[in-house]
C-alpha cells in the first residue's frame, strides 16, 4: 500500500470535527462567543492549538510574536419597554471600536434611514444611539455611516443587516471588521430586533433604552502565531506551509475551527502513517485574520502578514508553497475549487488530472481558478513571495446567511465535504512535498497581462504597447520553455521515488520521459542536457534554479499584483484602462449635457461613491487613510492602490446643479479633462514600467533555464 493509500485510510474525521468544537470553548463574550484578535480568548485557544501539537507529536512547536492591536468584546444588552408594555432585553453584537458603560446606562435611540448625510437632515442625534440599516454586501462598509454619525456626534450606531450578510434568520447579528476609528462606537443588531424599535419609533423622534456594553480596542498587544514543524529529511532547509485562522466572530465553527482542525488532523495523520517529507512541512495557527489594525482600509490578515513580513521575512525565498485553508467542512457550490496564484494553476491541473477518486462530496468535478482573492491569507502569503492557494470558499449560499453571525455552527457540517478536503489537500501536499523544483509556470500570468492589454487606450495615450506586447509574448514564450523542462524534472523525480519504493506508477504517474528531465540520485540530479548528454548536476545548483524561479514570482507580485478600492485583485493596466474609459466617458457625457449618465460613471471610478452619500470629512478621512499610511498600518494593501483621483469637489458641485437643473457644466469638465490627462500620463509610465519589470523577469528565466539545463 503506497502513502497516499495509507494516509487516506488513517484520516480520522470525527477527531477534526470535535477539535472544531473544543476551539469554541475559550470566548470574550460569554454568550455570543469572539475568539477576537489579541483577546484573552484568542491567547487561551492559542495555548490550546500548541498543546493540541505536543499531544499530536509534531517534532518542533514554536510560538512566534506578533504585534496587534486587539480587541476585548464583553457585553451589549439592550432593555427597553416594548410594544406590550413589558421589559424586554436584547442581545447585540459588536465592532471593533470603543465603548465601555458603568452598567446599565440611559440612551434614546433614534432612528437614520442608511445613515447617508441626507438622512441627517433636521435630526440632533448628539450623544444618542443611532439605528441605521445596512447592506454591506451590495451597497457600503460598515464604517462609512458609523463615522458619520460619530461626525454628528452620535454616542454609537446600532446597524441592522437588510440583506447581503446575515439572511439566514431574523434573529441573526452580523460581524465584520470595522475598517475604521476605534473611536467611533458601532454594535449590530438583529432584524426582529430593529424591527420592534421602527415600531416603537413610528410617530416619535426618539425612544429610551438602558445599554449595558463593553468592547475596548487596544493598540500594539502581542499575540502568537503557533506552529509546528515535521522537518525534512533531504532537503529540510526547503519548506512547505500550511495555513488556516483561530480567530473568530461568535463561534467561528465554520470559519474557520475546520480549517485549523483539518490543518491540524492532516498533520497528525502524516505522522501515524510514518511519513518523512522531503521537505520541512510547516503547521501554521494564524491569529488575527478576521481583525487586527485599527482604522485602516486593509485590517484583516493581519497575523499571517506579520508573519512572513515582520516575524519570518527568511521564508521569503525557501517555502516553495502555502496551502491555505478556509471553511473547508461546508458544501460551496456544485464543485470543490483550489484557488490558487497564477503560477501553480499548470501543476495543479496536472495533479488533478493523475488524481485518483477521493471521497464523492460534489456532483462535478475539482477545478482550479485564479488569482486568489484579498478575502484571506493567502493574499498576504502570496505578496511576500511565496506562491499560494486556497479551498475556494465563497461560492453557495453560506456568505449570504450564515457567515459572521451566530449561525456559524454545525449545522451545514458536511462530512462528505470534509474528508474529501482533507483527501484533497493531504494528496496535494505530497505531491508538492515529491517536487524537487517549485512547480511555477509564468506563462499564464504573462498571457493574461497580455489579453489585459487594450492596444486602443495605448494609441489613445501614446503608450508604447507595441513593446509591451512584445515583452509579453517573449516572456511567454520563455516561461513556457523553461516550465516545460521543470515539470518534466519533477515527474522523473517522481518516477524515481516510485521506482526507489519498489512501486511501478504510484497513484497512475505517468512513464518519465528522458529529454531535458531529471530524476533524483542522493545529493544529485541526474539531469540530460541537450538531446543526449547527461550529466550529474549537484542538488545546490536545483535549489539555485529555485530561488531564480521564487525571485521571477516575487518580481510578478510587486509589478503585475494591484487592487481596486473594494480589494479585487486586477492589473495595474487594467485598473488605469478601466478609470480612462469611464473619464472620457463622464466627459462625453457632460458635453452631450448627460448628467445622470456622467454621475453613474464617476460613482464607479475609485472610492468617489461616497461622495454621493457622505460629508466630506467621512470621504476625506477614507480616502487618506488607505493611502497616506506607513506600511505598519496598511499591511498588505501598501502601494497597491494606485492613480487615485479625488472627485468629491465635482460630484458635490454636479449634484446641486442637477438639483436646480443647471446645465454649464464648463468647470467640472476642465477638471475631469485635467484628471484623464494625469491618468494618461500615469498609463504611459506604467506601460514603460512593465516593460522594464517584464524584460527583467524573461531574462532572469532564461539565464536560469540556460544555467541548469544548457540550451
Not at 258 to 286: D, H, R, V, W
Request: with cysteine; glycine share 6%; charged share 25%.
Amino acid at each position: 500500500m503506497d502513502m497516499q493509500e495509507k494516509y487516506r485510510q488513517q484520516l480520522d474525521i470525527s477527531y477534526s470535527y470535535h477539535l472544531a468544537k473544543r476551539m469554541e470553548k475559550h470566548r470574550t463574550n460569554e454568550e455570543l462567543g469572539y475568539r477576537t484578535a489579541g483577546s484573552k480568548a484568542e491567547l487561551a485557544t492559542g495555548e490550546m492549538l500548541e498543546q493540541e501539537m505536543h499531544t499530536i507529536g509534531f517534532p518542533i512547536i514554536h510560538k512566534d510574536a506578533i504585534t496587534v492591536d486587539a480587541w476585548e468584546f464583553e457585553r451589549a444588552k439592550m432593555t427597553f419597554l416594548n410594544e406590550k408594555g413589558e421589559e424586554e432585553t436584547i442581545q447585540l453584537g459588536a465592532y471593533q471600536t470603543n465603548f465601555v458603560t458603568d452598567g446599565p446606562e440611559c440612551y434614546s435611540v433614534v432612528y437614520a434611514g442608511r445613515g447617508t448625510l441626507q438622512d441627517y437632515e433636521g435630526m440632533d442625534v448628539t450623544g444618542k444611539l443611532v439605528l441605521v440599516d445596512i447592506n454591506q454586501r451590495d451597497e457600503w462598509w460598515i464604517n462609512y455611516p458609523v463615522y458619520q454619525a460619530h461626525l454628528k456626534g452620535a454616542a454609537a450606531v446600532i446597524a441592522a443587516q437588510t440583506g447581503g450578510y446575515g439572511e439566514v434568520d431574523e434573529r441573526a447579528l452580523n460581524a465584520q471588521d470595522i475598517a475604521g476609528p476605534s473611536n467611533a462606537p458601532a454594535f449590530s443588531i438583529a432584524r426582529h430586533d430593529a424591527d420592534q424599535l421602527k415600531k416603537m419609533l413610528q410617530g416619535r423622534s426618539e425612544v429610551k433604552v438602558l445599554f449595558d456594553a463593553s468592547t475596548k480596542v487596544i493598540p500594539a498587544q502581542t499575540t502568537y502565531n503557533i506552529v509546528g514543524k515535521i522537518p525534512g529529511k533531504t532537503h529540510p532547509e526547503r519548506r512547505i506551509m500550511l495555513s488556516a485562522h483561530y480567530d473568530s466572530y461568535f463561534d467561528g465553527f465554520q470559519d474557520d475551527n475546520t480549517a485549523i482542525s483539518m490543518m491540524l488532523s492532516m498533520g497528525k495523520t502524516l505522522l501515524e502513517i510514518g511519513y518523512q517529507p522531503e521537505n520541512t512541512l510547516m503547521f501554521c495557527c494564524m491569529a488575527s485574520e478576521e481583525w487586527g489594525v485599527a482604522d485602516s482600509q486593509f485590517d484583516w490578515s493581519t497575523g499571517a502578514y506579520e508573519q512572513v513580513f515582520t516575524v519570518h521575512p527568511e521564508w521569503r525565498g525557501s517555502v516553495i508553497a502555502d496551502l491555505n485553508f478556509e471553511l473547508p467542512a461546508l458544501a460551496h457550490g456544485t464543485r470543490a475549487r483550489i484557488r490558487s496564484t497564477f503560477e501553480y494553476v499548470s501543476f495543479l491541473e496536472e495533479f488533478l488530472e493523475e488524481l485518483p477518486s477521493l471521497t464523492g462530496a460534489y456532483p462535478e468535478e475539482t477545478r482550479i481558478t485564479a488569482p486568489i482573492e484579498t478575502w484571506s491569507d493567502d493574499f498576504s502569503i502570496a505578496i511576500a513571495g511565496i506562491p499560494s492557494m486556497v479551498n475556494d470558499f465563497t461560492g453557495g449560499s453560506f456568505m449570504e446567511t450564515n457567515y459572521h453571525s451566530q449561525f456559524d455552527n454545525d449545522g451545514f457540517y458536511d462530512e462528505d465535504v470534509y474528508r474529501m478536503h482533507h483527501e484533497l489537500f493531504g494528496l496535494l501536499l505530497m505531491a508538492i512535498d515529491r517536487t524537487v523544483v517549485v512547480p511555477l509556470d509564468f506563462s499564464r500570468v504573462f498571457r493574461k497581462a497580455k489579453e489585459r492589454l487594450d492596444s486602443e487606450w495605448c494609441e489613445k495615450t501614446g503608450a508604447d504597447g507595441q513593446r509591451l506586447l512584445r515583452v509579453l509574448e517573449q516572456a511567454t514564450a520563455t516561461a513556457q520553455q523553461l516550465y516545460a523542462k521543470v515539470e518534466k524534472t519533477n515527474r522523473n523525480a517522481r518516477h524515481a521515488d516510485a521506482s526507489a519504493a519498489g512501486v511501478e506508477n504510484a497513484s497512475g504517474l505517468r512513464t518519465a520521459e528522458t529529454d531535458d528531465a531529471g530524476a533524483v540520485n542522493g545529493d544529485f540530479i541526474t539531469c540530460v542536457q541537450g538531446t543526449d548528454t547527461a550529466a550529474e548536476v549537484p542538488a545546490a545548483d536545483t535549489r539555485k534554479l529555485e530561488r531564480a524561479l521564487l525571485q521571477v514570482f516575487q518580481q510578478e507580485q510587486d509589478a503585475y499584483v494591484r487592487i481596486d478600492w473594494y480589494g479585487n485583485v486586477l492589473f495595474p493596466h487594467g485598473i488605469l484602462q478601466d478609470r480612462l474609459q469611464l473619464l472620457e466617458g463622464a466627459v462625453r457625457n457632460l458635453k452631450e449635457g448627460r448628467l445622470s449618465a456622467a454621475l453613474r460613471k464617476l460613482y464607479e471610478i475609485d472610492s468617489n461613491r461616497y461622495a454621493f452619500l457622505f460629508e466630506e470629512e467621512v470621504y476625506r478621512h477614507f480616502t487618506s487613510y488607505a493611502l497616506d499610511q506607513s506600511a505598519d498600518r496598511l499591511k498588505w494593501g501598501t502601494g497597491r492602490i494606485i492613480g487615485f483621483e479625488n472627485f468629491f469637489p465635482v460630484v458635490t458641485g454636479l449634484l446641486e446643479k442637477e438639483k436646480t437643473d443647471c446645465s454649464d457644466f464648463t468647470e467640472e469638465i476642465a477638471q475631469l479633462e485635467a484628471a484623464y490627462e494625469r491618468q494618461s500620463d500615469l498609463y504611459r509610465k506604467e506601460i514603460d514600467t512593465l516593460c522594464v519589470q517584464t524584460e527583467r523577469m524573461e531574462r532572469l528565466l532564461r539565464e536560469a533555464g540556460v544555467e541548469f539545463y544548457g540550451q
